[in-house]
């Protein structure tokens, strides 16, 4: 009978969900690289900027029923809402001017393809974890300079996480998770087109870490 019973899962087929709760993102080790138009590179100060919010989370997948009560999901997750960092000042110590360059960060077009092994507690209860493919597209902004250079980079990276799922009634459910995302440094770089322009250029690695809760529905 209980075999009977994780056969007939409730969480086996296609399925839609959205979710939303804590997020931290961090942009890590920053560091600028000014350079004048036909003058020598120098290096700026290092600072992390970050940003806490609650994001907005739609997702898609398929779970299938592997063996007894193990399970495996497919799916896609994309995050719908832009998050922009602190501003933080950027100044040059090698130069020895007290000039301060404001810059924010923003992220956004998070999404992510994963699989998601889990383990059916029972029909109606879902325990898995979560592993794949993120990415995401970050953007750094001047904000305290006349011609306000900013820059865009698309990031690969991975995500890892943990979730439970739980049967209200039918195909609705209820789900928990918590995640992490971890990306590969950015290329982003801007030119002045005022006073004696010249560019700007910068490397940073970005990561993330959500709680997460939602509602879904197995059709």
Known sequence: M???AVAQSAFEGIYGQVSTGF???TV???QDTGQDNNGVANLSNIASPS???APLVLGLGYTFLVKDKFTLGLGVDYSALTQTTNTV???YPGTGSTNVYNYNLTVSNRFSLFVTPGYAIDRDKLAYVKLGYTNQRIKYSQTNC???PSNTDSVN???????YKQIITQGLYAFAEANYYAYEKSSLSSTYTDGPGGTVSASPSSSAYNFMVGVGYKF
């Open 2 to 4: 209980s075999g009977a």
């Open 23 to 25: 997020e931290s993102n």
């Open 28 to 30: 890590d080790s920053a």
């Open 51 to 53: 940003v806490n919010s």
């Open 89 to 91: 000042g950027f100044y």
């Open 146 to 148: 006349c011609s306000a």
């Open 157 to 163: 990276g991975y995500v890892l996480g943990l979730g």
